[in-house]
């Protein structure tokens, strides 16, 4: 038997099989590149180990199943992922761990990545999700207009709190804390939430829904302490920077029997890893990975209309992947957020679709009549956008969002 790791043009069964597509930069041939990765994260290494048998290499030996152009697609058998312990943490050192540092290899890009039903079933997923979002804020259909309170860092508690008050008042649906914003000595995480919660339950008793995430991005150890704190104090949504703390963190929360709210997600440092059209992970892969752990609502992008570089058609792919059918987990929320305001919103409303929670932070604050106006002048255009109205027809008789346009247009 040769053990060369190649089964091109083999169908594989995909509840057998977890299938990756990787894209290689290489002087090496594409084939020769695909058997690199195929020995590299499953059974071989940079010479035949005198141990590895012909059994092994069956059984547990990935396969290279096409090798065209610059892309290849490996196929790694399920039971490389058996046991309980591993999780996405192994999938991840299996699939995109050494790979990416073999000299040999240029670069290489995770673009896509099929899971069987088999490790699917493992995961719960969303738990909320886009229904369970719309639900707790009592809107069926049109999308989720949120903030991010600005300054990211510096305003203590109280001022915070009025902050998210006032986004409310505007007509905001969501609000948030900035990836930066944890327990600082100025904004500590309990103070922040009971005074936001205060903030929330006014809104409520004057009939507006509104929730707000409070991030407790912080040591694995120590996050669902800072959860239960939040919690305590009354927070209604937490948030997480997935690729700071990891997708083992946001499962953590995500399964956790006693945390009964969604789990907003942050992507803070992807760039660092889906920015490389030639090497890293690709957004949808990061996108399918969180909704494997449970997230409710992810930043996604916002299809190059905002202040964030953009792949416009992979940010496409990224909405379709966590909101598509995927093997029986529910879909999650999309978030477009980063460099947003009231006057592109018909723009990123054809890109997104009304099933979007849509977020301005200086698009907001940054309002010539602070953040209630600049509240009003956002949800006016979403308003506007949904009813397919021009937003300068609109703003004639909105002048908030009139305003926002002459400051920002
Ligand atoms: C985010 O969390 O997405 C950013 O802080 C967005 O802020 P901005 O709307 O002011 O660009």
């Known amino acids: 038997m040769t053990i060369d790791y190649l089964a091109l043009g083999e169908e594989l069964d995909g509840d057998e099989y977890l299938i990756c597509e990787y894209t290689v930069k290489s002087d090496l041939d594409i084939v020769t590149a695909g058997k690199r ?15 590895l048998s012909e059994d092994i290499f069956k059984k547990y030996g990935a396969k290279v199943t096409k090798a065209e152009g610059n892309r290849v697609e490996i196929g790694y058998p399920v039971i ?9 943490p192994q999938i991840l050192s299996i699939v995109a761990g050494n790979l990416f ?3 040999s290899l240029e670069g290489v890009r995770l673009v896509d990545i099929h899971f069987p039903q088999d490790i699917i079933d493992r995961y719960p997923g969303p738990q909320f999700g886009i229904e369970g979002l719309r639900d707790i804020l009592d809107r069926p259909d049109k999308p989720l207009i949120g903030t991010i309170v600005k300054p990211k860092i510096g305003l203590p508690p109280k001022e915070f709190a009025d902050y998210v008050y006032q986004a409310g008042r505007g007509g905001l649906t969501n609000s948030k804390d900035d990836e930066t914003l944890v327990d600082q000595d100025f904004c500590p995480l309990q103070d922040r939430v009971s005074h936001v919660s205060e903030s929330l339950d006014r809104l409520e008793e004057e009939g507006h829904k509104m929730i707000h995430a409070h991030n407790i991005s912080t040591s694995g150890h120590r996050m669902l302490e800072a959860a239960d704190l939040a919690l305590e104090n009354g927070a209604r949504q937490l948030m997480v920077d997935v690729l700071t703390v990891g997708f083992a963190g946001v499962q953590a929360l995500a399964e956790d029997p006693s945390i009964k709210v969604p789990i907003h997600v942050h992507r803070a440092m992807h760039a660092a890893i889906t920015k490389n059209p030639e090497h890293g992970i690709s957004m949808p892969v990061i996108g399918k990975l969180v909704r494997l752990a449970g997230g409710d609502a992810l930043h996604i992008g916002t299809y190059g209309i905002g202040k964030m570089h ?32 009231p006057g592109m919103i018909d723009k990123l409303m054809e890109k997104s679709g009304p099933d979007v929670q849509i977020q301005a932070g200086g698009g907001v604050s940054g309002h010539p009549e602070g953040v209630s106006s600049g509240a009003a002048a956002l949800r006016q255009a ?18 908030e969002l009139r305003k926002a346009l002459e400051k920002w247009m």
Do not use: C, N
Request: cysteine-free; overall charge negative.
């Open 37 to 51: 990765i195929a020995e590299e994260e499953s059974t071989g290494t940079w010479t035949r180990p005198t141990t």
């Open 80 to 88: 490389d992922f058996s046991g309980e312990i591993g999780e996405i």
């Open 382 to 399: 979403v308003d506007a956008a949904y009813k397919g109205i021009d937003l300068r027809e609109y703003a004639k008789d909105h002048q």
């Open 101 to 103: 540092g073999l000299d």
């Open 310 to 341: 953009a792949e416009v058609s992979e940010e496409i792919y990224s909405r379709e992947v966590i909101t598509e059918d995927m093997k029986g987990l529910d879909p999650m929320m999309p978030v477009a957020s980063g460099g947003l305001h």
